[in-house]
């Protein structure tokens, strides 16, 4: 059974930064692929950052450069540091998993119940 927990939400000012944890459990890191998603209020989902079975990272252009994905496979635990946070960040942020696939797909079918993090100017 895959369960997806995360942790490390929070507010913060504008230039501030939050690491996101998602502990996992049930998920293999040597395959598949796990994401960072978010979704504010009235807002479409977003697809943040992706890390592959291969350590291939990607990023939206909104995060870019202030973002970084990371996993750690002995505490089966992805990560999520954001840095300079900008009040366009503050959304809802989910963590996800796509097991057992080698490409990386649009969607996930393994959710966590997601963080709040909330970025004031």
């Known amino acids: 059974q895959v369960q997806l927990q995360e942790s490390g939400g929070g507010s913060v000012r504008s230039g501030g930064s939050l690491r996101l944890s998602c502990v996992t459990s049930?998920?293999?890191?040597?395959?598949?692929?796990m994401a960072w998603f978010r979704q504010a209020p009235g807002q479409e989902r977003e697809r943040v950052a992706v890390?592959?079975?291969?350590?291939?990272?990607t990023y939206a252009s909104s995060v870019k450069g202030r973002f970084t994905i990371t996993q750690d496979t002995a505490k089966n635990t992805l990560y999520l540091q954001m840095n300079s946070l900008k009040p366009d960040d503050t959304a809802m942020y989910y963590c996800?998993?796509?097991?057992?696939?080698?490409?990386?797909?649009?969607?996930?079918?393994?959710w966590g119940q997601g963080t709040q993090v909330t970025v004031s100017s």
């Open positions: 049930g998920v293999s890191y040597s395959s598949g692929c």
């Open positions: 996800a998993a796509a097991p057992l696939i080698t490409v990386c797909p649009a969607s996930y079918k393994y």
């Open positions: 890390i592959g079975w291969d350590g291939v990272t």
